[in-house]
């Protein structure tokens, strides 16, 4: 099957500093990826969708600036948290659609934790 | 807007049979999924339907209605790694997930 993997899987920062989260599909091209937060007991909250090669789309409220993604490549996302704070603190988690249509199933990597002191 | 209704939380007994519900109000439709959520992990896939109908899968069995937005999550001879969140997720028209808190299951021995 389709596996994803994130990394690190957890993280502790400083305040101030920026993390870098990577995703990579390994076994299929991501045409699509995803980047979600999730905080405890709340539903899975959509930060943004990247696609290979160009800007991702942000959702409403996303601090773009602040939550860089780069796709760059059919394999590989990152998302760079910049200047965290300890609000910032989650449970962030990738995902990334194969093929070219819009009806392929998610598949998710394991999550980073990240907290912020 | 956009909604989804789920049960916070459900028990089930190991062995039995459970049904979670899930009603959802969306932009279009493009699908619904099942996804399954263990505590502090990521969500890993169960079920897609697309047209009206039940999908078997194993222990696993989905219903979707369309014209009612309506699906179910059908469990069998539940076992006691099922206890997870339940999290119903249609696809709206611009082909995005909507997701909701899910449903906790906690299956007693």
């Known amino acids: 099957g389709a596996v994803v993997s994130q990394h690190p899987s957890w993280v502790i920062c400083k305040s101030g500093t920026s993390v870098k989260i990577e995703c990579r599909s390994l076994?299929?091209?991501?045409?699509?990826m995803f980047w979600y937060r999730q905080f405890p007991k709340q539903s899975l909250m959509l930060m943004a969708t990247?696609?290979?090669?160009?800007?991702?789309?942000?959702e409403q409220g996303v601090e773009k600036d602040k939550f860089l993604i780069n796709h760059a490549s059919l394999t590989l996302s990152t998302l760079t948290v910049t200047s965290a704070h300890p609000e910032d603190s989650s449970f962030y988690i990738c995902?990334?659609?194969?093929?070219?249509?819009?009806?392929?199933?998610?598949?998710f990597g394991p999550g980073t934790r990240l907290t912020v002191t | 807007g956009q909604n989804i209704d789920q049960p916070t939380e459900m028990t089930a007994t190991e062995g039995a049979i459970v049904q979670i519900n899930c009603t959802y109000q969306?932009?279009?439709?493009?699908?619904l999924f099942w996804y399954q959520q263990h505590a502090g992990e990521a969500p890993t896939f169960l079920s897609y339907n697309v047209l009206d109908g039940l999908e078997e899968k194993g222990r696993f069995s989905s219903f979707l209605s369309r014209s009612k937005g309506y699906s179910y999550l059908l469990l069998k001879e539940l076992q006691m790694k099922d206890s997870a969140s339940y999290l119903c997720?249609?696809?709206?028209?611009?082909?995005?997930?909507?997701w909701g808190a899910g449903t906790k299951l906690i299956i007693k021995p």
């Open positions: 995902s990334a659609r194969a093929g070219t249509t819009e009806l392929y199933e998610q598949y």
């Open positions: 076994d299929f091209q991501a045409t699509t």
């Open positions: 997720a249609p696809m709206d028209s611009n082909y995005q997930l909507i």
């Open positions: 990247s696609n290979e090669g160009s800007k991702a789309t942000y």
């Open positions: 969306t932009s279009g439709f493009n699908g």
